[in-house]
Nanobody
Framework: QVRLVESGGGLVQAGGSLRLSCAAS????????MGWFRQDPGKEREFVGG??????YYADSVKGRFTISRDNSKNTMYLQMNGLKAEDTAAYYC????????????????????WGQGTQVTVSS
């Protein structure tokens, strides 16, 4: 059974930083495609970034501020968030999908059958 557990959320002032973690189990983490999404109440869940063997991908809204990395020895993915803005406030979700060698759309929620429960990030302005 696949399990994804996010941690690291919290309250931070605008301009500050947070690092989210996603601990994965029940899947071959080293080859899995992984993603981060976020959702504000009343809004659609939106893509933040994704990572597979070829490297990371980012939404334009976070490019240059957020960095995705993974530690395959710990089955953990990270989201380093710098220069946080009030509009980054949301629940952040970790997602996982099957290994992809060919075409992959990291922004599509359908690519990720497995999801964590989310961790709240609140940025005060």
């Amino acid at each position: 059974q696949v399990r994804l557990v996010e941690s690291g959320g919290g309250l931070v002032q605008a301009g500050g930083s947070l690092r989210l973690s996603c601990a994965a189990s029940g899947l071959t983490f080293s080859t899995a495609t992984m993603g981060w999404f976020r959702q504000d109440p009343g809004k659609e869940r939106e893509f933040v970034g994704g990572i597979r063997w070829s490297g990371p991908y980012y939404a334009d809204s976070v490019k240059g501020r957020f960095t995705i990395s993974r530690d395959n020895s710990k089955n953990t993915m990270y989201l380093q968030m710098n220069g946080l803005k009030a509009e980054d406030t949301a629940a952040y979700y970790c997602a996982a999908g099957a290994a992809r060698v060919g075409d992959w759309n990291p922004t599509a929620r359908q690519e990720y059958p497995y999801w964590g429960q989310g961790t709240q990030v609140t940025v005060s302005s």
